[in-house]
């Protein structure tokens, strides 16, 4: 029977649990990583994954791995995104496995991530193999770790196995927990094929590679493939496995993890959670739960030098063949000229797209403040969607604003509580539940998206002094008292500086904003006056201040060096500024809205 010696399995846990590092461990015991290339962290592919720590993109390898018997299977390792913007990614990684390794850090205990990552496990049907991970810590309880998995998650404590990514103890017990916990892959080769895409990425020569779980039936090059959901028809060039790099096979049969390339051209085309199946004997059901990847925080990006736009529509372009998630169309702002929009799966997202545009093609580019989608019902009874605030109507002719809801879990120590859900009250949230576990609290709220855009982590974080985390999907839009602040400088509307903020908040978030921009802007010949206002009245005031004398005048005649230190330190400074009117604005002030109080 095909499939009886193969296991297909993740490794899932909160950020920096160690999940990198311990699939390092396996792949090094199984021998899959020669000493010379070993790096840190193979499983992570990307630049910045490296540097960020995080891991982005999953990559699946193979492994061979014989018992201590003699026994031979092979193992598909499959990796996950380790952060919340990427959950659905997370959910169709674990439906391509039918067990995961949920790793606990033995010094952090049970965090918000681990809770959402057991359940989507759960909820798949895995088997779930607990790993007290990160042993050799002096801080270690790993006894601790999994009581908490016990009470939280409902996991027997005694199923634990206790490891450490960084000395390797616990791994040949995890091996053995692989073969003997976790069920052979089921599916039968003769039926139609149903094959799941986890994930998928484009190369130059062999259009999008599609990464696969075959679930019934069998693939292999030449057969006429359709895309379930997306309706598309291909013809497969070549199919193979991972080691981590694409090697060729033959065939790929009910229960293997491998890659599929069909001459697929557009990444649209191959949406992650859609299904691969034959098209003379497709299958009746596809794989279920597809969704098609929706950006939900939109942001405007502009070239500094106005020069640049070409090369940043070229960028563009690049990027989304290999990110589906991502969306991009011109737009056009009276004080930034022309730009993008650009969708995000979140905030995360939105910074990593951002980081890779500068640092892979070389651009300069001002980000406006992030911004939801809202729904709003015109008096006139039309409903228009919109993520722009630029665009949105004057308040005559709005009838009612519906924003998006999310259900968030933070995970924290109860000496906390009281702070975190003050700041949740603050940020409109309503309280669903609260759960003490031990000495730690597990609060669900439900709270208005845009409410954690503006520096919401950075404050759970600070007022918990690091100690809680939070996860969140969205569930719904409501109606709320939503309005436009403007931004004026230099008596000027600034469009790409408005926000859309609660009635509640519009004073105090234009006296923040006003106050951190004229902090920002550099100083000019005169005074610039900044305003911020709702529907024309002001709001609230702050001047930038003239310069007192010229700087180059206190080095007159004399010191050059001086002169040009300051000219050179001038022009350094000049870097991500954009000319509005007559004045020069900065990056810092775009994003005013996102500072911390
Ligand atoms: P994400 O990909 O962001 O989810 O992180 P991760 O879970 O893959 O964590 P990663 O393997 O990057 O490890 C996070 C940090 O913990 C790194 O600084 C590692 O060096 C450290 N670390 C990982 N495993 C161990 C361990 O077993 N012992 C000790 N002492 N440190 C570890």
């Known amino acids: 029977m095909p499939g009886v010696n193969v296991r297909n399995f993740s490794i899932i846990a909160h950020v920096d649990h160690g999940k990198s590092t311990l699939a390092d461990r396996i792949l090094e015991h199984l021998g899959a990583m020669g000493e010379r290339d070993k790096r840190d962290q193979t499983l992570d592919t990307l630049e910045l994954e490296r540097e960020r720590g995080i891991t982005i993109k999953s990559t699946p390898v193979r492994l061979n791995y014989t018992r201590p018997n003699g026994e031979q299977y092979v193992f598909n390792l499959i990796d996950t995104p380790g952060h919340v913007d990427f959950g659905y990614e997370v959910s ?37 193999i607990p ?60 039926a139609p094929l149903k094959a799941l895409i986890f994930d998928s990425f484009y190369d130059a020569y062999q259009g999008v590679i599609l990464f696969v779980r075959v679930l019934e039936g069998t693939v292999r090059a030449k057969d006429a493939v359709t895309l379930f959901n997306t309706g ?46 034959s098209r003379e004997h497709p299958t009746l059901e596809p794989f279920p739960g597809f969704k098609p990847a929706q950006p939900v925080v939109f942001s405007g990006l502009y070239p500094t030098d106005t020069e640049d736009y070409r090369k940043l529509r070229e960028a563009l372009e690049r990027l989304k063949l290999n990110d589906a998630a991502f969306s991009f169309e011109p737009e056009t702002s009276e004080a930034l000229g022309f ?40 008096t006139n009874g039309e409903v228009i969607v919109t993520q722009n605030p630029a665009e949105f109507p004057t308040r005559d002719r709005i009838e009612l604003v519906e924003e998006p809801y999310i259900k968030m879990s933070v995970m924290l120590p109860e000496e906390h509580v009281g702070p975190v859900m003050q700041l949740l009250q603050e940020r409109r949230g309503s309280m669903v539940t609260m759960n003490y576990m031990g000495k730690r609290v597990e609060l669900v709220y439900q709270v208005p998206f845009a409410e954690i855009l503006y520096d919401f982590h950075d ?11 939070m996860d969140y999907e969205i569930i719904d839009y409501r109606e709320g008292d939503l309005q436009k602040v403007d931004i004026y400088v230099n008596g000027e509307i600034v469009d790409a500086l408005a926000v859309i903020v609660h009635e509640s908040k519009a004073y105090s978030l234009g006296r923040k904003v006003v106050d951190k921009m004229a902090e920002v802007i550099p100083r000019q010949m005169w005074a610039v006056p900044v305003q911020a ?32 230190k300051l000219l050179s330190k001038q022009k350094k400074g000049k870097a991500r500024m954009k000319q509005i009117g007559t004045v020069e604005v900065p990056q810092e002030a775009f994003l005013a809205v996102l500072s911390t109080d």
């Open 92 to 128: 169709r990684s674990l439906a391509a496995c039918e067990g995961v390794l949920l790793l606990v850090d033995a010094s952090q205990g049970v965090e918000a991530q681990t809770i959402v990552n057991a359940y989507l496990a759960i909820d798949s049907g895995l088997t779930i």
């Open 339 to 378: 730009g993008f929009r650009c969708g995000f799966l979140g905030l995360l997202h939105a910074e990593i797209v951002q980081e890779r545009l500068e640092r892979e093609f070389d651009l300069d580019l001002i980000a406006t403040a992030p911004a939801v989608i809202y729904r709003i019902t015109l």
């Open 232 to 277: 598309k028809d291909f013809e497969v060039d070549k199919v193979g496995t991972f080691t981590p790099g694409l090697i060729v096979s033959d065939v790929l049969a009910a229960g293997s993890v491998g890659w599929i390339a069909a001459g697929i051209k557009d990444i649209q085309d191959a949406q992650v959670g859609d299904t691969v199946t």
């Open 533 to 564: 206002a709702i529907g024309g009245k002001i709001i609230a005031r702050a001047t930038v201040k003239a310069f007192r004398k010229d700087v180059l005048a206190k080095c007159y005649g004399g010191d050059i060096s001086r002169k040009k």
């Open 459 to 469: 404050r759970l974080k600070s007022i918990s002094r690091g100690y809680a985390s």
């Open 131 to 190: 790993v007290v991970n990160k042993i050799d810590l002096p801080a270690a309880d790993p006894e601790g770790a999994a009581q908490e998995l016990e009470e939280v998650v409902g996991i027997p404590a005694e199923d634990a196995i206790f490891a450490s990514g960084k000395t390797g103890a616990g791994v040949p017990e995890i091996l053995e927990a692989i073969v003997e916990r976790i069920p052979p892959p089921p599916g039968d080769p003769q």
